[in-house]
């Protein structure tokens, strides 16, 4: 140990807790289908509200907010702008895939007991945040930080997350009164899960792939296979 204020012991962790950190990231699923209604408790929501908000963000900005949404009536309004974008979406598809997309389900708003939508404050920290002098985007980078964080402690704690993107985000401001410095990052369904699929439910219907991580890792600059 050393005697650095502030510093602790960061060895590896013991072999069982290397695999359940391992199982968790391997074994998480978008969910869309498999909710049960067995609600979430609120001891539980608040250990998943607390693995977000240690997330890594930019110059310790935390620039996440975490509404969460029980009542019907706001999911079936998100469901609704859902249901419109969606329809939006179909047709920028090439028309020989058009039928694979319409037949895929891309939302379980109604089915999830809790809906969360992860919004990024872009003015918080204020006007000059440390390590978002260049790059502003960093906040909404921040966010999903806080989202995969979730993600991976639902993993563990058997709730399945679904990220619903289809939204035009102006339908996003007006149904959680978002002021104009704040965006919609992430709207996920959370609900517990029995089930999950074995690879990403993509996959398993044929829309795409894993692509081989040998692809993609280069080595001293773009292009060169490692
Ligand atoms: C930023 C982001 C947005 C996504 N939006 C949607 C969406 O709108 N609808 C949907 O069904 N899945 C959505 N997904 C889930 C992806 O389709 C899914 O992560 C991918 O197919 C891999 O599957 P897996 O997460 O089960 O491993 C989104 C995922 C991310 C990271």
Known sequence: MTAEPFLTDAGPFAEAERAAVYRAIHTRRDV????????????????????AHHAPSVGLSQPWNFIVIRSEAVKLRAQTAFAKANAEAQAMFPEDRRAL??????????????????TCDHSRGGPVVLGRTHQPQMDVYSTVCAVQNLMLAARAEGIGVG????????????????????????????????????????????????????DLVFAERWGRRA
């Not at 869309?32 to 693995?51: E, G, H, M, V, W």
């Not at 997309?101 to 992860?118: D, H, M, N, Q, R």
Request: hydrophobic fraction near 45%; aromatic fraction near 8%.
């Open 101 to 118: 997309y319409s037949s895929l389900k891309l939302e379980g708003i109604l089915t999830a007991p809790i809906s969360l939508c992860v």
């Open 32 to 51: 869309r289908s498999q909710f049960t209604d067995r609600p979430i408790n609120d001891a539980t929501l608040l250990r998943l509200l607390t693995a």
């Open 163 to 214: 990220w619903v993107s289809i939204f035009d985000p102006a339908d996003m401001q007006q149904l959680l009164d978002l002021p104009n410095h704040v965006s919609a990052v992430a709207w996920l369904c959370l609900g517990h899960v029995d089930a999950l699929y074995s690879e990403p439910e993509l996959q398993a219907k044929g829309w795409a792939q894993r692509v081989p991580l040998a």
